[in-house]
T-cell receptor, first 112, second 111 residues
């Protein structure tokens, strides 16, 4: 059972480049979310989804886009990367809102 | 403003000593409350969760937490810490489809 799979694990971008962080879960979870983790800041919610076709903004959505075309996948897009987006990104899922979150292993992103 | 506050950035305790990590929240209604732990190489793991019922909640690894409505607090406790408990601990609240995390408390264990 793979759980929550994030790719890539590491990525280096130049300012202005775009990229997509992939997240997939095989647990048929309805709820998926993206967080970024920065030292001293905890985990901050970027975007979340309560089901296929439904997404909403979290605490720090600026500079990021998401879509949820299937239950399994919840990609996070950076349209024009900025150094302030250097962070560790975690995807998480749960079978319903306000239930236990299952986390991916994270993506370490550096924007130069 | 709505928030989750963990007042202690770092806490150091001796192995075998008791532990209490503090968490306060400021939301209108009683939210869902969680404690997660992040250990190197083990990712983020749920320790326990509270929504209603008994205000003392038992979790994994010998942890417990007590919800106090009057203080808007959900403090995590363990009677005797082990070396393996050294990690970062996050309090989180679930409200309006969102799970919001505090900034975390780093726990250091002295041998």
């Amino acid at each position: 059972n793979a759980g929550v799979t994030q790719t890539p694990k590491f990525q280096v971008l130049k300012t202005g480049q775009s990229m997509t962080l992939q997240c997939a879960q095989d647990m048929n979870h309805e709820y998926m979310s993206w967080y970024r983790q920065d030292p001293g800041m905890g985990l901050r919610l970027i975007h979340y989804s309560v089901g296929a076709g439904i997404t909403d903004q979290g605490e720090v959505p600026n500079g990021y886009n998401v879509s949820r075309s299937t239950t399994e996948d919840f990609p996070l897009r950076l349209l024009s990367a900025a150094p302030s987006q250097t962070s560790v990104y975690f995807c998480a899922s749960s079978y319903a809102r306000n239930e236990k979150l299952f986390f991916g292993s994270g993506t370490q992103l550096s924007v130069l | 403003a709505q928030s989750v506050t963990q007042p202690d950035i770092h806490i150091t305790v001796s192995e075998g000593a008791s532990l209490e990590l503090r968490c306060n929240y400021s939301y209108g209604a009683t939210p869902y409350l969680f404690w997660y732990v992040q250990s190197p190489g083990q990712g983020l793991q749920l320790l326990l969760k509270y929504f209603s019922g008994d205000t003392l909640v038992q979790g994994i690894k010998g942890f417990e937490a007590e919800f106090k409505r009057s203080q808007s607090s959900f403090n995590l406790r363990k009677p005797s810490v082990q070396w393996s408990d050294a990690a970062e601990y996050f309090c989180a609240v679930g409200v309006s489809n969102k799970i919001i995390f505090g900034k975390g408390t780093r726990l250091h264990i002295l041998p």
